[in-house]
């Protein structure tokens, strides 16, 4: 049986107040330094792709490491990207996938994952019209935009920032990147009109999430899939449950993807 218990209370991140000039501060901040854009040219895939490569197949280990330095499947075939740029260097900080299935035989990693499990998914995908799912997936932070409070020297391959050369303000900021990655792709599933955003996630990713006033729902148990992992499905188009910063995040990040 699915255990659909909260499995810790969400406290609210942001207060509720707004800064001088009417903005909220998480905002001013968020995209001050980070700016989402939708992945329209080969240019920009291929960036997701490196970057995709160095966290799956160099740190993770999770797909073999491919000789052009791109890690892309089958799947890319039908998803669209998103990626998220620091604004003042224009390096790319994060990515996220949305597979956008359009018929029968395009199917989702989660649909391949459980077909041998008759009954295993609470909701089943193929019960819903196809141009109304889709599934996210490939998110990748940059390492150079993790922030690590045991160390703080240089150390991309291990996910460390270097503090010298970013602000106090700005390095507050990074742990932001994983809820920015997940607003701009349901922001994306929106604008797509996909209802019904499946994942695969593990228990840190989905208090990020969580806390990122997302509505999602637990559709399957816990299993050994490159660690703990459990589907979820999440509702793009639900009211951003959290505080007013977080509402005002998601409509800033709306607005960048759609001009």
């Known amino acids: 049986m699915v255990d659909n218990r909260r499995r810790s ?15 909220h501060p998480v905002v001013e901040h968020f995209m001050h330094y980070f700016e989402p854009i939708p992945v329209t040219d080969s240019h920009q895939q ?3 792709y490196a970057l995709r490569h160095q966290v799956y197949c160099h740190e993770l280990g999770f797909e073999p490491r491919r000789d052009n330095g791109e890690e892309s499947d089958s799947y890319d075939e039908y998803a669209r990207s998103v990626m998220v740029n ?4 224009g390096q790319l900080a994060g ?15 989660l649909e391949r994952l459980y077909a041998a499990t008759e009954g295993a998914l609470s909701i089943q995908p193929s019960t819903l019209p196809r141009d109304s799912i ?3 997936s490939r998110i990748a932070i940059s390492p150079l935009f993790r922030r690590r409070t045991a160390d703080s020297h240089p150390g991309a391959a291990t996910g460390v920032i270097d503090a010298s050369a970013y602000g106090d303000l700005e390095v507050r900021c990074f742990p932001l990147l994983a809820m920015g990655l997940y607003l701009s792709a349901v922001a994306q599933c929106c604008q797509l009109k996909r209802q ?6 593990e228990q840190s990713l989905v208090s990020s999430v969580e806390q990122a006033g997302l509505t999602l729902e637990q559709i399957g148990e816990w299993r050994d899939y490159h660690g703990q992992r459990a589907p979820f499905l999440i509702s793009p188009m639900a009211p951003n449950r959290h505080s007013d910063g977080l509402r005002s995040l998601q409509q800033a990040i709306e607005a960048a993807l759609s001009g």
Do not use: K, T
């Open 9 to 23: 209370n969400v406290i609210p991140l942001f207060s509720n107040s707004a800064s001088r000039r009417g903005v």
């Open 46 to 48: 291929q960036q997701c």
């Open 86 to 89: 620091h604004a003042p260097s």
């Open 95 to 109: 990515c996220i996938r949305i597979i956008c299935p359009d018929n029968d035989q395009q199917l989702l990693p």
């Open 134 to 136: 889709c599934e996210l």
């Open 196 to 201: 019904h955003a499946f994942a695969m996630m």
